[in-house]
């Protein structure tokens, strides 16, 4: 099973015992929506900290040779 899988199962999931929530009164669509949303914007500030917790940054000197390979920061590709 991939990541992609395992968060998309846990989106459902979150859906599910929102939609359960909805129907016994306790929350409206509404708020459901808005929860779901900001513990999706939480979690993947939480991961981006984690992921970068303990990194850090070539040297410049280092950086500037060229057979050092780079790493996009934003993408993770290597390039040479």
């Known amino acids: ?15 599910a015992a929102g939609s359960f ?7 409206t669509a509404d708020q ?5 949303g ?7 500030v939480a991961w981006g900290l984690f992921v970068k917790a303990g990194t ?3 040297p410049a ?4 040779r060229a057979d050092v390979p780079t790493v996009s920061q934003a993408t993770g590709a290597v390039s040479k």
């Open 32 to 36: 459901v929506t808005t929860i779901i």
């Open 1 to 15: 099973m991939t990541s992609d899988t395992i968060w998309q199962i846990i989106r459902y999931i979150l859906i």
């Open 38 to 44: 900001a513990l999706g914007s939480l979690f993947a």
């Open 61 to 64: 000197a280092t950086g500037a």
């Open 21 to 27: 929530a909805t129907g016994k009164g306790w929350v």
């Open 56 to 58: 850090s940054t070539v």
